[in-house]
């Protein structure tokens, strides 16, 4: 068994999406990775495989015949993987484990029977190089991925500018076409199809026989395109200057979250002006959950300040679609006190007093382990979690009228935390005791809102969607309880599942 | 049940899983690595594959042991 401690640095990850012209932005870019359950930019695949690739003997890799992955979980940049190499249960197999805090994120397999090898180098006047590197990935839906056509694409890679990539990482020995076609399989997915929004599950790739050919040809076909979980199944097959191989890709595309619209919350929430002139201040307001409950409010007539970071565009079609009198963006940083205090400040001075305040803003959740490195992240997450909830909720207490209330979006993750959630579970627990402490110190009403999973783009992975419930849904019943002023001042409400689902019954009626 | 249905589903877990099911019908999710909620997707698919029929989409998120895998699929099947 050989063991190997890697770091992938964020450089790297560039250096392979530019030599690999797989620039897709799950990669490359901040603001779109933040978007994704992944929370920011994680490494390629085929990168990865790269990387444990190296510990590997070159004149073994060289009898390469067929190789799998299995991508379990992301790699993120600038973290320590461990890579294991244990030999398969037949002669002529290997199989390499990359794990992080005792956490699998990948399996390789390797098949090294061939023959004939590999040539380990293709001379520079043998290969035609030339990738179209400004070039953007391609958007389908699902029913175009169903329908599409076996294609061809032109694709030339550099090996050169792999080598030297796979050299810096400590691979010095992995042959050329091997670099060629891991390359190639991650251009496919991340550029051709699903393309943006591809999520690659895993590949076989298959050396063939036959010699090399001097052009380079690249067919591909959609093998499975399955509306229930998003998973697209391609068949790539390539040749050229360092042999043949054939590519079968296990992908999934990310399906659009849906985002909420008038009619999407009238179907939970009959419109009225039950809340005319209510002023309500909401974190998280401009995405997901947020979205939804700021567009509730709303469509009941109040008025609805909405504290943002970052997600400008969803605050402006937030406003176009449920009117800019009704939301009323204020950008800030949640975690950071000083920005607080500013934009209370700026409602102070305009004689606002609140009617609510809703905490729902909360970080990107990244799986953590019951290892003792992930202490220092879990609890991270925990401080930034609760940060995002308790700089608003305490700085807005001043201006929240005596018979208003609190809302706090936890739940039902804090009962059951899912594999991985055990940090989640521990921040929303402590959101909870706090809030229910701050509405019984300020004497009013604080509503606990523990929904089941929720459709948003936090948990848009591809078995995660199948039965999690809309925001609207659960935006409705705590609608129902603010609107219905049920219990006492200072009293704290638990809507669990249960209670959400039943509140929500559409045989219950409207308030 | 069902043995040979039984049977179908181990046969599609090792080649989905690359190893075989280490403790037959009664192996669950926690006693495999790999048997991951994506992994999952693709044995749902291989069983649908090598049977020939449709599953129900609850069975692409229900992970239980093998044997309620089978026992699902052979409900599914009628």
């Given at each position: 068994?050989?063991?190997?401690?890697?770091t992938?640095?964020?450089?790297?990850?560039?250096?392979?999406?530019?030599?690999?012209?797989?620039?897709?932005?799950?990669?490359?870019?901040e603001?779109?990775?933040?978007?994704?359950?992944?929370?920011?930019?994680?490494?390629?695949?085929?990168?990865?495989?790269?990387?444990?690739?190296?510990?590997?003997?070159?004149?073994?890799?060289?009898?390469?015949?067929?190789?799998?992955?299995?991508f379990?979980g992301?790699?993120?940049?600038d973290?320590?993987?461990?890579?294991v190499?244990?030999?398969?249960?037949?002669q002529?197999?290997?199989r390499?484990?990359?794990?992080?805090?005792?956490?699998?994120?990948?399996?390789?397999?390797?098949t090294?029977?061939?023959d004939?090898?590999?040539?380990?180098?293709?001379?520079?006047?043998?290969?035609?190089?030339?990738?179209?590197?400004?070039?953007?990935?391609?958007v389908?839906?699902?029913?175009?991925?169903a329908?599409?056509?076996?294609?061809?694409?032109?694709?030339?890679?550099?090996?050169?500018?792999?080598?030297?990539?796979?050299?810096?990482?400590?691979?010095?020995?992995?042959p050329?076409?091997?670099?060629?076609?891991?390359?190639?399989?991650?251009?496919?997915?991340?550029?051709?199809?699903?393309?943006?929004?591809?999520?690659?599950?895993?590949?076989?790739?298959?050396?063939?026989d036959?010699?090399?050919?001097?052009?380079?040809?690249s067919?591909?076909?959609?093998?499975?395109?399955?509306?229930?979980?998003?998973?697209?199944?391609?068949?790539?097959?390539?040749?050229?200057?360092?042999?043949?191989?054939?590519?079968?890709?296990?992908?999934?595309?990310?399906?659009?979250?849906?985002?909420?619209?008038?009619?999407?919350?009238a179907?939970?929430?009959t419109?009225?002006?039950?809340?005319?002139?209510r002023?309500?201040?909401?974190?998280?307001?401009s995405?997901?959950?947020g979205?939804?409950?700021?567009?509730?409010?709303?469509?009941?007539?109040?008025?609805?300040?909405?504290?943002?970071?970052?997600?400008?565009?969803?605050?402006?079609?937030?406003?176009?679609?449920?009117?800019?009198?009704?939301?009323?963006?204020?950008?800030?940083?949640?975690t950071?006190?000083?920005?607080?205090?500013?934009?209370?400040?700026?409602?102070?001075?305009?004689?606002?007093?609140?009617?609510?305040?809703?905490v729902?803003?909360?970080?990107?959740?990244?799986?953590?382990?019951?290892?003792?490195?992930?202490?220092?992240?879990?609890?991270?997450?925990?401080?930034?979690?609760?940060?995002?909830?308790?700089?608003p909720?305490t700085?807005?207490?001043?201006?929240?009228?005596?018979?208003?209330?609190?809302?706090?979006?936890?739940s039902?993750?804090v009962?059951?935390?899912?594999d991985?959630?055990?940090?989640?579970?521990?921040?929303?627990?402590?959101?909870?005791?706090?809030?229910?402490?701050?509405?019984?110190?300020?004497?009013?009403?604080?509503l606990?809102?523990?929904?089941?999973?929720?459709?948003?783009?936090?948990v848009?992975?591809p078995?995660?969607r199948l039965?999690?419930?809309?925001?609207?849904?659960?935006?409705?019943?705590?609608?129902?309880?603010?609107?219905?002023?049920?219990?006492?001042?200072?009293?704290?409400?638990?809507?669990?599942?249960?209670?959400?689902?039943?509140?929500t019954?559409?045989s219950?009626?409207?308030p | 049940?069902?043995?040979?249905?039984?049977?179908?589903?181990?046969?599609?877990f090792?080649?989905?899983?690359?190893?075989p099911?280490?403790?037959?019908g009664?192996?669950?999710?926690?006693?495999?690595?790999?048997?991951t909620?994506?992994?999952?997707?693709?044995?749902?698919?291989?069983?649908?594959?090598?049977?020939?029929?449709?599953?129900?989409?609850?069975?692409?998120?229900?992970?239980?042991?093998?044997?309620?895998?089978?026992?699902?699929?052979?409900?599914?099947?009628?």
């Open positions: 068994m050989t063991a190997r401690t890697v992938l640095p964020a450089a790297e990850v560039a250096h392979f999406a530019a030599a690999s012209a797989d620039v897709n932005p799950l990669h490359t870019d603001d779109f990775a933040r978007r994704t359950p992944y929370g920011r930019p994680i490494a390629h695949g085929a990168l990865v495989v790269l990387t444990a690739l190296a510990v590997v003997p070159a004149d073994r890799l060289a009898r390469l015949t067929v190789l799998t992955a299995d379990l992301p790699v993120y940049p973290v320590p993987y461990q890579v190499a244990e030999q398969g249960p037949e002529g197999r290997l390499l484990r990359i794990s992080c805090r005792g956490e699998t994120a990948a399996v390789v397999g390797l090294l029977d061939g004939r090898p590999l040539p380990q180098r293709l001379s520079a006047d043998s290969v035609r190089t030339g990738v179209p590197e400004d070039a953007a990935p391609r389908w839906s699902l029913p175009e991925l329908g599409a056509d076996r294609w061809t694409a032109a694709y030339h890679p550099d090996p050169q500018r792999l080598r030297e990539l796979a050299d810096r990482l400590g691979g010095q020995g992995i050329d076409p091997l670099l060629l076609w891991l390359a190639g399989s991650s251009w496919v997915v991340g550029m051709q199809a699903p393309g943006r929004d591809a999520l690659f599950a895993g590949l076989r790739l298959t050396r063939q036959g010699p090399p050919t001097p052009d380079r040809e067919a591909m076909e959609i093998t499975r395109a399955d509306p229930r979980t998003g998973a697209v199944g391609l068949r790539a097959t390539g040749s050229g200057p360092e042999g043949s191989a054939v590519l079968e890709l296990r992908t999934f595309v990310r399906l659009p979250v849906p985002v909420p619209t008038r009619v999407s919350v179907a939970h929430l419109p009225s002006q039950n809340l005319a002139d002023q309500i201040l909401l974190t998280g307001g995405r997901g959950f979205a939804a409950l700021a567009g509730a409010f709303a469509s009941q007539g109040a008025t609805v300040w909405t504290l943002y970071a970052r997600s400008q565009d969803r605050v402006q079609a937030l406003r176009q679609e449920f009117g800019a009198n009704r939301i009323r963006p204020l950008r800030c940083d949640a950071n006190p000083a920005e607080v205090a500013r934009v209370i400040a700026q409602l102070e001075s305009n004689g606002i007093e609140l009617d609510g305040v809703a729902v803003a909360a970080p990107p959740l990244q799986n953590t382990t019951l290892h003792p490195d992930s202490v220092a992240p879990a609890l991270e997450f925990i401080q930034r979690s609760l940060g995002m909830a308790l700089h909720l700085a807005a207490l001043p201006l929240l009228r005596r018979d208003g209330w609190l809302l706090a979006a936890s039902d993750a009962a059951d935390p899912p991985g959630w055990g940090h989640y579970a521990a921040a929303k627990a402590a959101l909870e005791s706090y809030a229910a402490y701050c509405g019984r110190r300020h004497g009013v009403r604080t606990l809102l523990r929904p089941p999973k929720m459709h948003t783009d936090l848009n992975s078995t995660a039965g999690a419930v809309s925001v609207e849904q659960v935006a409705a019943a705590a609608l129902h309880w603010v609107i219905g002023n049920a219990g006492p001042q200072g009293a704290t409400t638990v809507l669990d599942t249960a209670e959400i689902l039943r509140t019954d559409p219950r009626g409207q | 049940m069902t043995a040979p249905l039984l049977d179908v589903v181990l046969a599609a090792a080649d989905v899983m690359g190893e099911a280490p403790n037959g009664d192996t669950v999710p926690e006693d495999v690595e790999m048997w909620s994506l992994t999952h997707v693709h044995l749902v698919y291989e069983i649908e594959s090598r049977l020939d029929i449709a599953l129900p989409e609850v069975l692409l998120v229900h992970r239980g042991s093998l044997a309620t895998v089978a026992e699902a699929v052979r409900a599914a099947a009628g």
